[in-house]
């Protein structure tokens, strides 16, 4: 069967969390990234993702299933490949639940996005993020890890679509920019980044020449 099209920079940002998810899900993906990758985009390449995904506005990441199919804006990307892969919870207490903790992965990740210093941000906003930021946003997530009593964010004893938005934002925008001991004071969170880790689908992606390429953030 053909691959799905996964279009978006060669670089982690807001599409890992669709590319973890499509791998927990086991469907099938290449990344198709712009020749020259840079950012922003040119003119040209903008023209042909407004072409594939008919947003005036943006659309990459974008998804394009074998069957024609294209999906654009992330958070619903993201629920779209949970539906087809099975990571969605059913209940209306738990779908709430998992809106809430993607919002909450989002709030994480947009403050994370605001303090990186190649992009213009000061070095005392990088700091602020990684002594402030980061710890209220770990205690927030440990919190809720804990109060739902399982080993998972939602369903108790099941990856789901929740997990994978949380994973993403803790440790490619959180995690991987900050000390090594910044998960010290959140064992839960540790052992949990740990389970999802060990999903078979995410441990291939993670062993994969694709993601290894991937530009990613790091410490400053
Ligand atoms: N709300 C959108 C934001 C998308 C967005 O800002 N994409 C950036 C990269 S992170 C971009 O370069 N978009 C150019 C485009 O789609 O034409 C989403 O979450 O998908």
Redesign the pocket.
């Known amino acids: 069967m053909t691959a799905a099209k996964l279009h978006y920079y060669s670089a982690t940002?807001?599409a890992n969390q669709i590319r973890l998810a499509l791998a927990a899900a086991n469907i099938e993906f290449e990344d198709v990234t712009p020749s020259s990758n840079s950012?922003?985009?040119s003119e040209e390449q903008?023209l042909e993702?407004r072409n594939i995904g008919g947003n005036s506005t943006?659309?990459?990441?974008m998804l394009e299933m074998p069957d024609g199919k294209v999906y654009?804006?992330?958070?619903a990307v993201l629920k779209a490949v949970a539906r087809m892969g099975n990571l969605m919870p059913s209940s209306n207490d738990d779908l709430y639940m998992t809106d809430k903790l993607i919002a909450d992965a989002e709030d994480f990740r947009t403050k994370s996005y605001a303090t990186i210093i190649a992009w213009g941000a000061s070095k005392e906003e990088y700091e602020n993020f990684i002594n402030n930021e980061v710890p209220l946003h770990f205690g927030n997530f440990e919190r809720q890890l804990k109060e739902n009593g399982g080993e998972y964010f939602v369903v108790k004893d099941r990856l789901t679509i929740a997990d994978v938005a949380v994973y993403d934002a803790v440790v490619s925008f959180g995690a991987n920019r900050a000390p090594d001991d910044c998960l010290d004071k959140f064992p839960s969170l540790a052992q949990w980044i740990k389970r999802v880790e060990s999903d078979p689908g995410i441990v291939s992606y993670h062993a994969s020449d694709k993601y290894a390429n991937l530009m990613k953030f790091g410490k400053e």
């Open positions: 940002g807001k950012f922003p985009p903008v993702w943006t659309n990459v990441p654009t804006q992330s958070s």
